[in-house]
């Protein structure tokens, strides 16, 4: 494994996790995942979620049912994301287009 870049460095946080007013672990991670850390997560435990072959069958962007402990994997094309954004930019944006009545 590489050292990180100084640029990686630079976009790191650092956190003192606390369990009943005490520090039990210091976690050095990215912005991002600092930031999702700090938005108030909830952790469900994935490790049997695999399918026959051992992979883990959860995927970014499932949606979790907290009623029966099932996640709905559902593709999403990130092409089809961004394209939905520039279009929706574009209609923002677009001097020759009104978004309300004149």
């Known amino acids: 494994m590489s050292q990180?870049?100084?640029e990686e460095i630079n976009e790191m946080s650092t956190?003192?996790?606390i369990i009943d007013s005490e520090v039990v672990d210091i976690i050095t991670a990215s912005d991002r995942?600092?930031?999702i850390l700090l938005?108030?997560?909830k952790f469900v435990d994935i490790t049997n979620k695999k399918?026959?072959?051992g992979h883990i069958i959860v995927r970014l962007g499932a949606t979790y049912n907290e009623d029966n402990d099932t996640?709905?994997?559902e593709t999403i094309s990130i092409d089809n994301?961004?394209?939905k954004q520039m279009a929706n930019l574009e209609r923002v944006s677009s001097?020759?287009?009104t978004l309300g009545p004149a």
């Open 4 to 6: 990180p870049t100084q």
């Open 15 to 17: 956190l003192a996790v």
């Open 33 to 35: 995942f600092v930031a």
């Open 39 to 41: 938005s108030n997560p």
């Open 51 to 53: 399918d026959n072959e």
């Open 71 to 73: 996640f709905t994997n």
């Open 81 to 83: 994301v961004w394209k």
């Open 95 to 97: 001097p020759s287009k």
